[in-house]
């Protein structure tokens, strides 16, 4: 086994263990190393703790299509989610594979010897070492990496503060004056838990409103869980149910006009009957359905009725060492400052250099942004695999779904690679321009050009994080490998007779 090629994988959460469970499963690899800068397994499950944390799509099919499990509600918690992929970890005797506390800070491609020079820091001792690898592929997400709205005066804060991906479970809130910051899909599910208890008395600073979408959470019946359980393919019509579900949604929301102004009525009712009614003309949205990400209401509206919940829709100034002054020059003293502002999600923080002497970043910004072939493969950057590369969000379906896509994607690209009948494939900057004019021509005319968003370089620039059509099309397109995409180092011939011709 260990004379086959050595795989790297960058990461592991979802994507980064679902990749390698394909490898065992599709090619009985075991010559893998996945580097996670984490202490366990499961990258956002595993960091967002907050409480009400838990998935908008339900968990069967925000789960591996090989891995049904008896969910006991529609929606999974934080807790749930985890224990699900620490459970496939051990199943598919993962954990001897994964050097934990070890980020990846470097993959610099040598194209004399077709390998990955990587190095890796141990981020309990500081260590740097290098080890080397044929194949690399990238799971390290997309919201992962917290940002903080770069409002000034936030190290002058004396009192607790933390961003919502890293909840601080040490800070009792009772009795406190608690401002958060953000209204995205984070904020409108802790909030509503938070003010439960009316000694919490929180501030929340909104700039923009969003769509809301009304509860969808169920808890499931003994009967419906025996019915799954033991009835053949019970289980798999109802991933399809929701699967075409989403399928829908795509096509009111995203896919046609006449449909949407439909769901924009409805939402807007939906807003209307639920929110107090001084809030409205704040909390209906002027922009397009699914221009943000449509959140499924965790009873957010509804706790803005709560005496101890106050909305603030000034704009913040700057922070100062005991609260926040807002643009209309108002000073909110604050306990605790929670930053539920999102992540930075138009940045490719993993540095690889390719074939090329430039780095993935240098790359990114020379297009604009990022720009990879079908989200998964970058010009330049031989053997390198992105799981959730650029473009590939949906905005409306399980990204459970578009990650086994990917993978499924990325196992027959590099077949050849492990067979050792060719030793690197890079795709090629002409499909990769060809695709990028496809998708962006679509984009610029999609509802995502019309509010700021995490979807855009910057909030406003480029699209680089969404696909613009359904989760259908995105499965059609990446099937089958479109060889003559690729160009080959060593065994060209191998790879025209056994793959091009099929
Ligand atoms: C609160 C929240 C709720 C969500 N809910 C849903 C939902 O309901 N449905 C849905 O479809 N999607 C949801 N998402 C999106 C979610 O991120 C994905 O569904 C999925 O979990 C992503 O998995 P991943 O493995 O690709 O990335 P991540 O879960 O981000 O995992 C990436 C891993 O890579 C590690 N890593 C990063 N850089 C390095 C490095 N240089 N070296 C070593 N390790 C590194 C990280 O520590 C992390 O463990 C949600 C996101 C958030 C933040
Ligand atoms: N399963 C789920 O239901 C779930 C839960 C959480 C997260 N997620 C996923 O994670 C993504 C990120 O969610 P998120 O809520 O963490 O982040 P987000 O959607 O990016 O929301 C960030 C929030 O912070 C606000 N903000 C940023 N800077 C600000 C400033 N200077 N002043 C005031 N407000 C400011 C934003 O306002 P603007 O809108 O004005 O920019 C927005 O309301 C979601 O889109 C979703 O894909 C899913």
Redesign the pocket.
């Known amino acids: 086994m260990s004379s086959m090629p050595r795989v790297v994988i960058?990461?592991?959460?979802?994507?980064?263990l679902a990749c390698a469970i394909s490898l065992k499963k599709v090619h009985g690899h075991d010559n893998f190393t996945i580097?996670?800068?984490?202490s366990d397994?499961?990258?956002?499950?595993?960091d967002?703790i907050y409480p009400g944390?838990s998935?908008?799509?339900p968990m069967s099919f925000?789960s591996l299509s090989s891995d049904l499990h008896d969910w006991p509600q529609s929606h999974g918690s934080n807790e749930d989610i985890q224990a699900y992929w620490v459970g496939l970890t051990r199943k598919y005797g993962l954990y001897r594979h994964i050097e934990f506390n070890?980020?990846?800070?470097l993959a610099e491609w040598n194209s004399e010897k077709q390998l990955y020079t990587l190095t890796v820091e141990n981020l309990a001792t500081g260590e740097q070492s290098v080890t080397t690898a044929a194949i690399v592929v990238s799971?390290?997400?997309?919201?992962?990496f917290p940002r903080y709205a770069g409002i000034p005066g936030r190290e002058t804060f004396k009192g607790e503060l933390f961003h919502s991906?890293r909840w601080d479970t040490s800070i009792d809130l009772a009795g406190k004056k608690v401002g958060v910051i953000g209204n995205g899909?984070?904020a409108t599910q802790f909030i509503p838990c938070i003010t439960e208890d009316p000694n919490v008395n929180v501030v929340n600073f909104c700039r923009t409103p969003n769509w809301l979408l009304p509860p969808a959470r169920k808890t499931y019946s003994n009967l419906r869980r025996a019915i799954l359980r033991n009835i053949p393919f019970a289980y798999r019509l109802v991933r399809w149910a929701v699967f075409l579900r989403f399928e829908f949604m795509y096509l009111a929301v995203f896919g046609n006009a006449f449909l949407r102004k439909i769901v924009t009525k409805l939402l807007t009712s939906y807003i209307r009957y639920t929110a107090p009614p001084g809030l409205h003309d704040k909390l209906i949205p002027s922009f397009p359905v699914g221009c943000k990400r449509v959140i499924f209401d965790t009873h957010y509206l509804k706790a803005l009725h709560r005496p101890n919940l106050k909305v603030n829709w000034d704009g913040v100034e700057r922070i100062t060492e005991d609260g926040i002054i807002t643009k209309t020059g108002d000073r909110i003293p604050l306990d605790v400052l929670i930053f539920a502002t999102g992540?930075a999600a138009d940045e490719y923080?993993?540095p690889v250099v390719g074939n090329r002497k430039m780095s993935i970043q240098e790359s990114f910004r020379a297009d604009g942004g990022g720009k990879a072939y079908l989200g998964t493969t970058v010009p330049g950057f031989p053997n390198f695999f992105m799981?959730?590369g650029p473009n590939v969000v949906t905005g409306h379906?399980?990204?459970?779904y578009t990650?086994e896509v990917q993978i499924n994607y990325i196992m027959q690209l590099i077949a050849p690679i492990l067979g050792r009948e060719i030793e690197s494939l890079e795709v090629t900057q002409n499909a990769t321009d060809a695709y990028d004019d496809k998708i962006q021509a679509r984009l610029s005319n999609s509802v995502f050009m019309h509010c700021h968003s995490w979807y855009r370089v910057g909030g406003q620039g480029k699209v680089t994080n969404n696909f613009p059509a359904a989760a259908t099309v995105f499965w059609l397109w990446l099937r089958k490998p479109n060889w003559n995409h690729y160009k080959v180092v060593g065994g060209e011939s191998n790879l025209s007779m056994k793959y091009v011709a099929k």
């Open positions: 960058v990461g592991a959460g979802a994507s980064g580097y996670e800068k984490g397994v499961g990258g956002t499950w595993r967002n944390c998935s908008d799509v925000y070890k980020t990846v800070v799971a390290i997400g997309v919201l992962g991906g899909a984070s992540y923080p993993l799981i959730t379906t399980s990204v459970i990650t």
